[in-house]
């Protein structure tokens, strides 16, 4: 049955069955390179490019390098059942790779696999196949390549001579046929290109950073001991639980071992801990009062390990929390009377005896009753001492 074909309906694409080849420039090893084909059946113009691998990245790479050629975006796209694009073939139901299907959504188009063993519903890219590894790859076959960029720009200047070839039963070529018929219908492209991404599943662990190539990004410390799905990019880290972005990072790149991490995404105990340094103590030391403030110095003066010094800044604070800051006031007041540079222990020792009280006791002593009504005294003469009277 001859079937019309839509302009801007769809793109084949697959790999050749046919593979080109380099040459490493020091050993002299041949090394294959395997070869991409699409064609936009309206117009059969067509895209090729070799790649050194038929993994998930070069499968989309191909991809968004044939798009931005043709410079629009057909409707759909007609794969084989290959693993890199298809993880599970059905007649109705296919499960589509993962990565492939973000590429499709980015680009607004529909994946729509060929049945198996059904060659004929892409028959152009498989005539394509054909043609091209005829007119593109054998014709390469003695040249010489060093790398995988040069093999492709000899490649780009064939596909133009094929492309530009006349058809041999109608007016026109590929190129001319794909300007006047096909590239209006194209759907436009989007404003950037898709990033490639990889997906992984991790366990979050009890420090609520989970490891990606051994660099470590924080995750809600909710979601710990839950599974969640990483999304990999070349420059960012994306956390998803539930199909809901959880969290992202810009991607750590280095040494490895290397940590990012969400203030927001710790617990408050150690958000806390992270922000009790030198200048949260002295802050909060002028809020007390200029006793604790002048005891504070001390104690970073006195430590040449300064996280020794923010211990016991820190054990101070927790005095403040026991017996009050009012006490703790007095207390670091009595204990600067004994020396210029209190210690810690000093001061529990101060609040624990109450010293600091009887501090207050002396600065307001009890009222005494001066009325001289009420006061009594014995008044004894000069005989009681032995004296005689005059």
Same mark, same amino acid.
């Given at each position: 049955?001859?079937?019309?074909?839509?302009?801007?309906?769809?793109?084949?694409?697959?790999?050749?069955?046919?593979?080109?080849?380099?040459?490493?420039?020091?050993?002299?090893?041949?090394?294959?390179?395997?070869?991409?084909?699409s064609?936009?059946?309206?117009?059969?113009?067509?895209?090729?490019?070799?790649?050194?691998?038929?993994?998930?990245?070069?499968?989309?790479?191909?991809?968004?390098?044939?798009?931005?050629f043709?410079?629009?975006?057909?409707?759909?796209?007609?794969?084989?059942?290959?693993?890199?694009?298809?993880?599970?073939?059905s007649?109705?139901?296919?499960?589509?790779?993962?990565?492939?299907?973000?590429?499709?959504?980015?680009?607004?188009?529909?994946?729509?696999?060929?049945?198996?063993?059904?060659?004929?519903?892409?028959p152009?890219?498989?005539?394509?196949?054909?043609?091209?590894?005829?007119?593109?790859?054998a014709?390469?076959?003695?040249?010489?390549?060093?790398?995988?960029?040069?093999l492709?720009?000899?490649?780009?200047?064939?596909?133009?001579?094929?492309?530009?070839?006349?058809?041999?039963?109608?007016d026109?070529?590929?190129?001319?046929?794909?300007?006047?018929?096909?590239?209006?219908?194209?759907?436009?492209?989007?404003?950037?290109?898709?990033?490639?991404?990889?997906?992984?599943?991790?366990?979050?662990?009890?420090?609520?950073?989970?490891?990606?190539?051994?660099m470590?990004?924080?995750?809600?410390?909710?979601?710990?001991?839950?599974?969640?799905?990483v999304?990999?990019?070349?420059?960012?880290?994306?956390?998803?639980?539930?199909?809901?972005?959880?969290?992202?990072?810009?991607?750590?790149?280095? %040494?490895?071992?290397?940590? $990012?991490? @969400? +203030?927001?995404?710790?617990?408050?105990?150690?958000? =806390?801990?992270?922000?009790?340094? #030198?200048?949260?103590?002295?802050?909060?030391?002028k809020?007390?009062?200029?006793?604790?403030?002048?005891?504070?110095k001390?104690?970073?003066?006195s430590?040449?390990?300064?996280?020794?010094?923010?211990?016991?800044?820190?054990?101070?604070?927790?005095?403040?929390?026991?017996?009050?800051?009012?006490?703790?006031?007095?207390?670091?007041?009595?204990?600067?009377?004994?020396?210029?540079?209190?210690?810690?222990?000093?001061?529990?020792?101060?609040?624990?005896?109450?010293?600091? %009280?009887?501090?207050?006791? $002396?600065? @307001? +002593?009890?009222?005494?009753?001066?009325n001289?009504? =009420?006061t009594?005294?014995?008044? #004894?003469?000069?005989?009681?001492?032995?004296?005689?009277?005059?």
């Amino acid at each position: 049955m001859r079937i019309k074909r839509k302009p801007g309906e769809a793109m084949e694409v697959d790999w050749a069955g046919q593979t080109a080849s380099i040459q490493d420039s020091i050993t002299g090893q041949t090394i294959p390179a395997y070869v991409f084909i699409s064609v936009l059946p309206c117009s059969q113009y067509a895209y090729v490019e070799a790649f050194l691998s038929m993994d998930t990245p070069s499968w989309i790479t191909a991809h968004i390098h044939a798009l931005q050629f043709f410079g629009g975006v057909p409707r759909t796209i007609i794969p084989d059942n290959l693993k890199t694009g298809v993880e599970r073939s059905s007649s109705t139901d296919p499960v589509i790779n993962r990565s492939y299907q973000e590429m499709a959504e980015h680009y607004q188009t529909a994946i729509v696999p060929a049945r198996v063993r059904h060659p004929k519903d892409k028959p152009n890219v498989e005539g394509g196949v054909r043609i091209i590894s005829t007119w593109i790859i054998a014709s390469l076959r003695n040249g010489q390549y060093f790398s995988i960029s040069e093999l492709n720009q000899a490649i780009r200047e064939k596909l133009t001579e094929y492309n530009e070839k006349p058809f041999q039963k109608k007016d026109g070529s590929r190129q001319s046929a794909f300007a006047e018929e096909e590239k209006f219908a194209l759907l436009p492209l989007p404003a950037s290109s898709y990033e490639l991404a990889t997906w992984k599943k991790a366990t979050v662990p009890f420090d609520y950073h989970i490891s990606v190539e051994k660099m470590y990004y924080s995750v809600p410390y909710e979601y710990m001991k839950h599974q969640v799905d990483v999304r990999v990019t070349r420059n960012m880290i994306e956390i998803y639980f539930n199909h809901f972005r959880v969290a992202s990072h810009i991607r750590l790149y280095g %040494k490895k071992g290397q940590l $990012s991490t @969400n +203030p927001e995404h710790m617990p408050d105990k150690h958000k =806390d801990y992270l922000s009790m340094n #030198r200048d949260y103590f002295m802050s909060w030391a002028k809020e007390v009062g200029v006793h604790t403030l002048i005891t504070i110095k001390a104690i970073l003066a006195s430590y040449k390990v300064e996280k020794q010094a923010l211990k016991s800044c820190s054990s101070l604070t927790k005095l403040a929390d026991k017996y009050s800051v009012e006490r703790l006031e007095r207390a670091c007041g009595r204990a600067l009377d004994y020396s210029p540079r209190p210690n810690l222990n000093s001061i529990k020792t101060i609040l624990k005896t109450g010293q600091d %009280k009887q501090q207050l006791d $002396s600065i @307001n +002593p009890p009222k005494s009753n001066t009325n001289q009504s =009420d006061t009594h005294g014995f008044v #004894r003469g000069a005989a009681y001492y032995g004296r005689k009277e005059k």
